[in-house]
């Protein structure tokens, strides 16, 4: 292993970190001897059991009450900065998250050190490189580290698989640097979990998505009820329908959405356009419905129905049922 030292930076919620924190400590154990985790929450302690069984052997945490009332880009950068001038990290991952994304392009900054973003994978062979996918994932480009100084990536979600170490709790090193005053003009007053009633797309096994092929925003009611059939799933939008403003950004999939890996992955009446399929072409297998045999999306499928979507449906939707009761 030629990286001695790799920090992930972890979001925390509820006193869990995110899943992609996981997916990254898990990739890191793979290139560096040293994994360790950074995070900045009133209950960030409480994630060490979480990071510690995924590689982590360090839990850096910040507990004050203000990380649960500020935006963390300014102070976390800050905090980040100073704490990896005094353990010198090789590399630092984040998720490609809205939050990491502020955090890492600041410490980007006060670092002066460029960060690669929208990586698929990394590697260490001639140096530190980011994977990554341009041009409509046409085109697959890997790009190498070559200033001096920590390296910074932010890695899209669902690029690796979370395996669990077998290792304990990480050791919690107290993160006791002040805020500076100027962080502390904008607070956060509320926030508002979306609700679900199955799990969440970019963790549900089972990913039933639509595109324009359904023909009305009305149709993807469909989709809701073949999820709510099944029971265990999750629907997803093609960009051309979320851009259309059929449904909310927070379904889509694709280069510019969510990556999902799911167990089965369902498209009703999407092309396959290289903007959607690389969001979710990891899937284990996937099941096409669209009236044109010519369409892209069958060149990726595990099993093809030519037809009309708002025919399959129904009656998918009914023989699910019949085969559940």
Do not use: C
């Amino acid at each position: 292993m030629a990286l001695g030292k790799i920090w992930v930076f972890a979001e925390i919620a509820g006193g869990k970190p995110a899943p992609v924190a996981l997916e990254l400590l898990t990739k890191a154990r793979s290139l560096a001897g040293t994994v360790e985790a950074v995070a900045f929450a009133p209950d960030a302690a409480d994630a060490a059991a979480d990071l510690g069984a995924h590689g982590a052997t360090t839990l850096f945490a910040g507990t004050d009450a203000l990380w649960g009332e500020l935006l963390l880009g300014g102070p976390a950068a800050d905090a980040l900065a100073a704490l990896m001038h005094e353990h010198k990290p090789d590399l630092v991952l984040f998720g490609m998250t809205y939050t990491s994304r502020d955090v890492a392009g600041r410490l980007a900054a006060k670092l002066g050190v460029p960060v690669l973003a929208n990586g698929l994978d990394v590697t260490d062979g001639d140096g530190i490189s980011v994977h990554s996918a341009v041009f409509g994932a046409t085109l697959n480009v890997v790009t190498r580290f070559e200033a001096a100084g920590p390296a910074l990536a932010i890695i899209r979600p669902k690029s690796f698989v979370a395996e669990p170490s077998g290792g304990g709790p990480a050791a919690v090193t107290q993160v006791t640097s002040a805020i500076d005053d100027k962080h502390k003009a904008a607070r956060v007053t509320d926030r508002v979990a979306d609700v679900a009633a199955g799990p969440k797309l970019e963790e549900a096994p089972i990913v039933i998505s639509g595109g324009r092929g359904l023909g009305d925003p009305k149709n993807f009611e469909l989709l809701d009820q073949l999820a709510a059939a099944l029971g265990n799933a999750a629907v997803g939008a093609s960009r051309a329908v979320v851009d259309a403003g059929w449904v909310p950004y927070a379904m889509q999939v694709g280069q510019t959405g969510k990556t999902v890996k799911p167990a089965v992955y369902l498209a009703f009446g999407i092309s396959g356009a290289m903007q959607h399929t690389v969001g979710m072409k990891g899937a284990k297998a996937i099941v096409a419905v669209n009236r044109d045999e010519n369409a892209p999306i069958f060149k990726l499928a595990d099993l093809g129905v030519v037809g009309d979507a708002l025919k399959v449906l129904p009656a998918l939707v009914e023989e699910v049922k019949r085969r559940r009761s």
